[in-house]
């Protein structure tokens, strides 16, 4: 793992690991140091339970990536925020373990789609903000473009079925859900 200096802290929610592109392409981004990932059991079990439910027969396949991603990621886990939670008030209370990750942790953004259950005044009071997948990645991206494109060049580079020219590459981003971080590669495509 590289690292930039003094890479930010952001705790990743289930929601946001759930799409295996931008599960995929938030790990590469933290693999090289872009940015500290975080996350609880919890998450990953969210995680895990979410996509078996919707698509029971990929189990051994979410399994795998899950070993995989706590293997890789061991240093990454939260843990001993579980005393936070009473403590927090939240629109869903199912919610309060992820806030009480960050808070334990001192990541500064929560990577979720979930925005309405972590209400901005709430937040602010622990110097935590939330921010979508998209516009955290096109964010980190923006801050490191050298290492940002040179890891999505390694991210396009692993798929082989199908393989994709670095324009489909983009356009796969942009069908994903990514396309702020596709716009900004874009102009770096030459690297790609």
Same mark, same amino acid.
């Not at 981004?29 to 919890?42: K, M, P, Q, V, Y």
């Not at 995680?47 to 189990?59: A, G, H, S, V, Y």
């Given at each position: 793992?590289?690292?930039?200096?003094?890479?930010?802290?952001?705790?990743?929610?289930?929601?946001?690991?759930?799409?295996?592109?931008?599960?995929?392409?938030?790990?590469?981004?933290?693999?090289?140091?872009?940015?500290?990932?975080?996350?609880?059991?919890?998450?990953?079990?969210?995680?895990?339970?979410?996509?078996?439910?919707?698509?029971?027969?990929?189990?051994?396949?979410?399994?795998?990536?899950? !070993? #995989?991603?706590?293997?890789?990621?061991?240093?990454?886990? &939260? @843990?001993?925020?579980?005393?936070?939670? *009473?403590?927090? /008030? $939240?629109?869903?209370?199912?919610?309060?373990?992820?806030? !009480? #990750?960050?808070?334990?942790?001192?990541?500064?953004?929560? &990577? @979720?789609?979930?925005?309405?259950?972590? *209400?901005?005044? /709430? $937040?602010?009071?622990?110097?935590?903000?939330?921010?979508? !997948?998209?516009?955290?990645?096109?964010?980190?991206?923006?801050?490191?473009?050298?290492?940002?494109?040179?890891?999505?060049?390694?991210?396009?580079?692993?798929?082989?079925?199908?393989?994709?020219?670095?324009?489909?590459?983009?356009?796969?981003?942009?069908?994903?859900?990514?396309?702020?971080?596709?716009?900004?590669?874009?102009?770096?495509?030459?690297?790609?």
């Amino acid at each position: 793992m590289s690292f930039v200096a003094n890479p930010f802290v952001v705790i990743l929610d289930a929601n946001v690991l759930y799409p295996f592109r931008t599960r995929d392409v938030l790990f590469s981004f933290a693999l090289a140091g872009l940015f500290r990932a975080r996350f609880t059991n919890e998450i990953l079990d969210e995680w895990t339970r979410n996509l078996i439910r919707n698509k029971p027969q990929l189990e051994d396949s979410v399994r795998q990536q899950e !070993a #995989a991603i706590r293997a890789a990621f061991d240093e990454c886990l &939260v @843990t001993g925020y579980a005393p936070l939670i *009473p403590g927090l /008030t $939240l629109p869903d209370e199912n919610d309060r373990h992820v806030l !009480a #990750a960050a808070i334990k942790c001192s990541a500064q953004i929560i &990577v @979720t789609e979930n925005h309405k259950d972590f *209400p901005p005044d /709430t $937040l602010e009071a622990y110097g935590v903000e939330t921010l979508g !997948a998209d516009d955290f990645l096109a964010n980190t991206y923006d801050l490191f473009p050298k290492s940002g494109v040179r890891v999505l060049k390694q991210v396009r580079r692993r798929y082989d079925n199908p393989t994709f020219t670095r324009s489909e590459f983009l356009m796969d981003l942009i069908k994903n859900g990514l396309p702020k971080l596709a716009a900004l590669a874009r102009a770096d495509i030459e690297y790609l």
